[in-house]
């Protein structure tokens, strides 16, 4: 299990630096100090080991529960992003889904992550916590987009930080997703996000 793991995380890597197509199974075993066999006894193609990077990047953290349901799909979007710079895995699926050649190859985990979006919005809505004219798989879609925007052009900026691009961007969005009393009540903050990392999150909030 070490083996695989080291295995994975080195193509992640390679994928993230240089892209599908330039990365070879040579240069995975020169990162690895793996023999060619040590490496062929876990994954037999470099396609089978990009599907298996893009299925373990897909199962996401799972958030602490909170008493609000809006609040948790806030909080899935802040963990992401504090947690790409740092996971290789996850960095080289969003690498791997925005690049054309790789997606028809290999397909990409969007509809994972929408999915587990718009999970969290139909029973923010069942509750009472959407406005009503808030469709879920709609907003789930658009901040999927949204994200993976963000964090394409803020890669590029030499002072971009995600977790507050994040953050300022779901303050611009959520007055028109969430009632007022529940707007007043969720924490969009930056900080938030370091804490649902190391596990110190904030006490749950009050219904």
Same mark, same amino acid.
């Given at each position: 299990m070490h083996t695989r793991r080291l295995i994975l995380? @080195? @193509?992640a890597e390679l994928f993230n630096e240089y892209g599908y197509d330039a990365t070879t199974i040579g240069g995975i075993i020169e990162r690895t100090r793996l023999t060619r066999g040590g490496l062929y006894f876990h994954f037999a193609s470099k396609e089978q080991l990009a599907r298996a990077v893009l299925d373990e990047a897909a199962a996401l953290d799972r958030v602490p529960a909170q008493a609000l349901k809006l609040q948790e799909w806030v909080d899935l979007a802040l963990l992401l992003a504090v947690r790409l710079p740092e996971d290789p895995l996850l960095g080289a699926a969003v690498r791997l889904s925005v690049d054309l050649r790789a997606r /028809? $190859? $290999? *397909?990409? /985990?969007? #509809?994972?992550?929408? *999915? @587990? *979006?718009?999970?969290l919005l139909a029973e923010a809505k069942e509750r009472g916590e959407l406005l009503d004219h808030v469709e879920p798989p709609e907003v789930a879609r658009l901040l999927a987009g949204a994200w993976t925007g963000i964090h394409l052009?803020?890669?590029?900026? #030499?002072d971009g930080g995600l977790p507050q691009e994040i953050s300022s961007f779901l303050e611009?969005?959520?007055p028109n997703v969430a009632h007022s009393g529940v707007l007043a009540k969720l924490d969009t903050s930056p900080h938030r996000a370091a804490a649902l990392v190391s596990g110190r999150t904030a006490a749950r909030l009050s219904p």
């Open positions: 995380e @080195a @193509a /028809r $190859l $290999l *397909g990409s /985990r969007w #509809p994972q992550w929408v *999915g @587990a *979006g718009e999970s052009i803020t890669e590029t900026l #030499p611009l969005i959520l």
